[in-house]
């Protein structure tokens, strides 16, 4: 089954993850928006 990195930027919050072909998460990181920057 292949996966891909999901990446979800919200107003606030961002996360990014593994996201399965069935739209099962892996794993998700939650971090706020301005840690953006910090990548």
Same mark, same amino acid.
């Given at each position: 089954m292949r996966s891909?990195? !999901?990446?979800d930027i919200g107003g606030t919050n961002f996360r990014i993850g593994w996201v399965r072909e069935d739209g099962a998460?892996?794993?998700?990181?939650?971090?706020?928006?301005?840690?953006? !920057?910090?990548l």
């Open positions: 891909a990195i !999901g990446i998460v892996l794993c998700s990181d939650k971090k706020p928006s301005k840690a953006l !920057g910090e």
